[in-house]
């Protein structure tokens, strides 16, 4: 496209522009944020940035729209190229704002980078468009396509320094879950350790995380201090280490960690809560004993395991037969009902509208069903020994009924190849110490109930095996 100089005033207004975009490309590497403080006034007049930020983002989102506007009323064209100007006042003016605050604060790191370049080349397009219109007269030419470009340069911007401020899943925390999965970001990325069973790993990094890392972490390098890995932690910052393995008196982590809350050198800064007691203790412990990488226990630490519910075992999936079950239960005057609404929770075969008309023969007719059966009330009804040998079968089998019914225990060793049976109850049967010995073996069977059993122990009504 063609430029047209039409005085030499526009000449020297080039020139200048050019001049002025090459100091801001070079601004970093002259003034380096180095991850050190520097002087208060710039991180006094830094502090403005956040608010003066959102003069440059209303500005520049008015002017495509006085540009659209001004198709109706002419008028308004002369007001974009106002409004233009005026945007790239208000980006200089936040753009230095925003250098001072993170060169005044010691702020570095890849988001403050990435934020600062934003920042950097959306003035100098900002400052290509005043041009480029001014040269062109109006919406022509090269102009739409770099307007274009500042908007997007400007929503770019503008997440990042977002998510400097609120963290980098600000936006995308509640977006709903289709959207995400559709962006890539349903699934969090677990963090990969080298060495995922160290006290390092599992109880130390987790209270960086959580306390530390929105200022040391890959956003933001405060104090040159990185801690999103062991091997920055063990880096340091600008003072050098921080941690020195074996002697916690003199890592600079720990006493910046124990320093009185009000203290301004304490850590976390700027008003974080402190760290509990026992998290410190266990860090002190840790450059103690070594702050090493590997190790999976510290002496005279005891961190008390989450408690973890084991997960249910999950039968097959039987909805195929669900007709079937439904058919055979029914003829047999028992009902087999799921355990939840999740089929692979299993079912309970339910016996007590049948009572002593259900026996062996009932129990044997289901057998097709075992695999998916891991509730069995078979209490008061007329199975006897001979169904061990058919419950041996029920390999999914949880709980167990088999009260005031007439077995004596032989054939009881057959239960031993359900290795998920939890539950026994014989109260009320023939059962002998003798008879019920092989279930010492079986690791899950919390519970045996033997009342009123010969096997019952003498002062107990319910014994563990
Ligand atoms: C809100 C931001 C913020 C948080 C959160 C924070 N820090 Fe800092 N930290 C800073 C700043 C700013 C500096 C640099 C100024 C200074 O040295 O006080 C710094 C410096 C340090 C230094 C000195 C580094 C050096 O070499 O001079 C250590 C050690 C440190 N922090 C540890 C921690 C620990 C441990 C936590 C978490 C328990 C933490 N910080 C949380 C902002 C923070």
Redesign the pocket.
Known sequence: MMIRFRSPGVKVIWAASLLVSIGLLLLPFVFRLDGK?HADWQQFLGRFHPLVVHLPVGLILLVPVLEFAGRVRPALLEAAMFVLSLSLLSCVLALSLGYLLAYG??DAGAGVSRHMWGGIALTIAVLGCVLVRGAAGGVRGFYPYLLASVMLLLAWTAHQGGSLTHGDKYLTEYLPRPLKRIGGMGTVQAKAFDFPDSFYARHLYPI?DA??L???GTQKV????R?DTYDRLMR?????A?IIPGKPERS??LE??TLPADHK?F????G?PP?KAEEIAWIRAWIQQGASEEVKSLAGIDVPEPFREEPVPQVGDYRKLMGEITQTAKSAGVTLVPVSKNLGDGLILNTVNAGPKFGDAQLAGLVRFAPYIVEAELGRTSVTDGSFATLGKFGHLRALHLEETSVTGAGLANLAQLPQLTYLNLSGTQVTQASIAPLTSMKNLRHVYLYNTPAQPASAERQTP
Request: charged share 25%.
């Open positions: 403080p604060s010691g960086f306390n530390c929105v200022c040391h405060k104090g040159g201090l801690m340091g910052g600008k003072e050098g921080v600079i982590l910046r960690i050198k850590m976390p800064s700027e974080k760290l």
